[in-house]
């Protein structure tokens, strides 16, 4: 009887250490504030629509179309921002994850292939187009 209860016990331990590892892990990003007003205003929008379909759109889709042909190789693959409830659309993770691409952790280690925008948008381009997939609707 010793002998079952020990191998259960280690194929418990063992399960949740995979379960562990599979989970997804809790990123640390700097907090940031949006500029006041920047999602009632018209003309920053505007910017940032022009600027995610000049920049962003190839990997990860216009409007309602969801993720590019161009993305289906990528692993981990490109958000489509469908899902604008989605937790990942915090103001802050959204301008830390624009400004530092796959330079930082989790996305170096995994792969990934965002490019870092923060040496060649500045800061209120960044904003625009925080403020611009926060408007976008499903």
């Known amino acids: 009887m010793k002998r079952s209860y020990?191998?259960?016990?280690?194929?418990?331990?063992?399960?949740?250490?995979?379960?562990?590892?599979?989970?997804e892990s809790r990123v640390d990003y700097p907090q940031r504030q949006m500029p006041e007003g920047?999602?009632?205003?018209?003309?920053?929008?505007?910017?940032?629509?022009?600027?995610?379909?000049?920049?962003?759109?190839?990997?990860?889709?216009?409007?309602s179309e969801g993720r590019?042909?161009?993305?289906?190789?990528?692993?981990?693959p490109a958000p489509d921002f469908t899902n604008i409830n989605d937790p990942k659309t915090d103001p802050?993770?959204?301008y830390w994850r624009?400004?530092?691409?796959?330079n930082v952790e989790p996305y170096r280690s995994q792969g990934s292939v965002m490019p870092?925008?923060?040496?060649?948008?500045?800061?209120?381009?960044?904003?625009?187009?925080?403020a611009y997939l926060q408007s976008r609707g499903p």
Request: glycine content about 10%; hydrophobic content about 45%.
């Open 68 to 76: 590019s042909d161009r993305a289906v190789f990528f692993d981990p």
């Open 6 to 23: 020990g191998n259960l016990l280690r194929r418990a331990i063992v399960l949740s250490l995979v379960l562990f590892g599979c989970g």
């Open 116 to 130: 870092a925008w923060g040496g060649y948008l500045t800061e209120q381009q960044i904003w625009q187009l925080v």
């Open 38 to 63: 920047l999602l009632r205003e018209a003309a920053q929008l505007s910017a940032g629509y022009t600027l995610f379909h000049d920049k962003c759109a190839s990997c990860h889709g216009k409007l």
């Open 92 to 94: 802050a993770y959204l």
């Open 98 to 102: 624009i400004e530092s691409g796959k």
